[in-house]
């Protein structure tokens, strides 16, 4: 315990390294999920198909067309969720907050439920996910803000919201029971149909979206000392609150849009980072975007990896990975408040 607990004040006296660390982390998985897979390739054939050496070789093709748009992905869902967790946690003062509780999960998937029931083709679904995530947010935040915008108005609207949702989503599925298998594969979640051409849209909103709340993270710091306090600093509460939510909306509807409703990042990475790294509001998001990214990485790795030549769906594994670390990280911050009272 005394080891871990020097270890954390360590990385948190020098954040740069720590958050250098991370990035190198992540590298090091990305470059693993080029390398691994149903067909093994070496460093050598990554390099070569990269730089465009032998564009029809078998090794260029799967690099190129399979595993680099997924570890793309990966990266930038991963990334966005878990600064959109961060956001959400910050601006509700609630640690267990994630993007499904102001309306992205349900939004996108009515939309995408849609989609396939009236026009199911493939190449809309991304589109139509985004589209739904930002309009269930849209909804949660006008609703919100015409009742006050208080914290619990947001949960309990995000929550009514998104049940309305689930009834539509159960509504339209029955109607059209062909629509249940498109939303199926979307709400497991998967990268296994992402394309270069379909993450650039993405790529841009998220890599907006996250320069423009690391740049207003001082913002979130003082937003996290409380309403009052905020208020008496001259932050104007409300607005930037809907402000915050609206980029967590942004980077989360993008990456939905590219990985399906995947369950844990937004939630459980900010936990992780916060614990190790602190609770500094620009450190928390740039190296929770890190973390997330790498999170997800190793976890579509594992689920091309684990039963090769079959693939499992990401969502599962995030579930069975992410689940006992979850539980284990409430019981370890069980116990350190409880350390805390005793002491």
Same mark, same amino acid.
């Given at each position: 315990?005394?080891?871990?607990?020097?270890?954390?004040?360590?990385?948190?006296?020098?954040?740069?390294?720590?958050?250098?660390?991370?990035?190198?982390?992540?590298?090091?998985?990305?470059?693993?999920?080029?390398?691994?897979?149903?067909?093994?390739?070496?460093?050598?054939?990554?390099?070569?198909?990269?730089?465009?050496?032998?564009?029809?070789?078998?090794?260029?093709?799967?690099?190129?067309?399979?595993?680099?748009?997924?570890?793309?992905?990966?990266?930038?869902?991963?990334?966005?969720?878990?600064?959109?967790?961060?956001?959400?946690?910050?601006?509700?003062?609630?640690?267990?907050?994630?993007?499904?509780?102001?309306?992205?999960?349900?939004?996108?998937?009515?939309?995408?439920?849609?989609?396939?029931?009236?026009?199911?083709?493939?190449?809309?679904?991304?589109?139509?996910?985004?589209?739904?995530?930002?309009?269930?947010?849209?909804?949660?935040?006008?609703?919100?803000?015409?009742?006050?915008?208080?914290?619990?108005?947001?949960?309990?609207?995000?929550?009514?919201?998104?049940?309305?949702?689930?009834?539509?989503?159960?509504?339209?599925?029955?109607?059209?029971?062909?629509?249940?298998?498109?939303?199926?594969?979307?709400?497991?979640?998967?990268?296994?149909?992402?394309?270069?051409?379909?993450?650039?849209?993405?790529?841009?909103?998220?890599?907006?979206?996250?320069?423009?709340?690391?740049?207003?993270?001082?913002?979130?710091?003082?937003?996290?000392?409380?309403?009052?306090?905020?208020?008496?600093?001259?932050?104007?509460?409300?607005?930037?609150?809907?402000?915050?939510?609206?980029?967590?909306?942004?980077?989360?509807?993008?990456?939905?849009?590219?990985?399906?409703?995947?369950?844990?990042?937004?939630?459980?990475?900010?936990?992780?980072?916060?614990?190790?790294?602190?609770?500094?509001?620009?450190?928390?998001?740039?190296?929770?975007?890190?973390?997330?990214?790498?999170?997800?990485?190793?976890?579509?790795?594992?689920?091309?990896?684990?039963?090769?030549?079959?693939?499992?769906?990401?969502?599962?594994?995030?579930?069975?990975?992410?689940?006992?670390?979850?539980?284990?990280?409430?019981? !370890?911050? !069980?116990?350190?408040?409880?350390?805390?009272?005793?002491?």
């Amino acid at each position: 315990m005394k080891i871990w607990q020097t270890s954390c004040t360590r990385l948190r006296e020098h954040p740069a390294a720590a958050a250098a660390g991370l990035a190198a982390v992540t590298l090091a998985l990305a470059a693993a999920s080029l390398l691994l897979g149903a067909a093994e390739l070496s460093p050598a054939e990554v390099l070569a198909a990269l730089a465009g050496r032998d564009p029809n070789s078998v090794a260029a093709r799967v690099v190129l067309y399979a595993r680099l748009p997924r570890v793309c992905g990966s990266l930038l869902a991963g990334a966005a969720l878990a600064a959109a967790g961060v956001i959400i946690q910050t601006v509700l003062a609630n640690p267990l907050a994630a993007p499904h509780i102001i309306g992205v999960n349900a939004g996108a998937g009515l939309a995408v439920t849609l989609c396939c029931a009236l026009a199911p083709a493939a190449a809309l679904q991304p589109l139509a996910a985004f589209a739904g995530a930002m309009a269930g947010v849209v909804l949660v935040l006008v609703f919100a803000e015409a009742t006050g915008a208080s914290r619990m108005t947001l949960v309990l609207a995000g929550v009514a919201i998104s049940n309305l949702f689930t009834a539509l989503i159960d509504a339209v599925t029955t109607v059209f029971p062909d629509a249940l298998l498109g939303y199926a594969d979307f709400r497991m979640g998967g990268l296994a149909g992402v394309t270069m051409a379909r993450l650039g849209p993405a790529a841009v909103l998220i890599g907006a979206s996250l320069a423009l709340a690391v740049s207003l993270a001082g913002l979130l710091e003082i937003l996290s000392l409380g309403p009052e306090t905020a208020q008496s600093l001259g932050v104007a509460v409300r607005p930037v609150r809907l402000l915050f939510l609206a980029l967590a909306a942004a980077l989360a509807g993008a990456a939905v849009s590219v990985c399906g409703l995947v369950g844990f990042v937004g939630l459980l990475v900010p936990h992780a980072v916060r614990a190790v790294f602190g609770g500094e509001s620009r450190r928390l998001l740039v190296c929770s975007a890190l973390g997330g990214a790498a999170f997800l990485t190793l976890c579509d790795l594992i689920a091309r990896a684990a039963a090769a030549p079959f693939e499992l769906p990401v969502g599962t594994v995030l579930s069975v990975v992410g689940g006992p670390f979850f539980l284990w990280l409430l019981v !370890r911050q !069980r116990g350190g408040r409880t350390h805390d009272r005793t002491a």
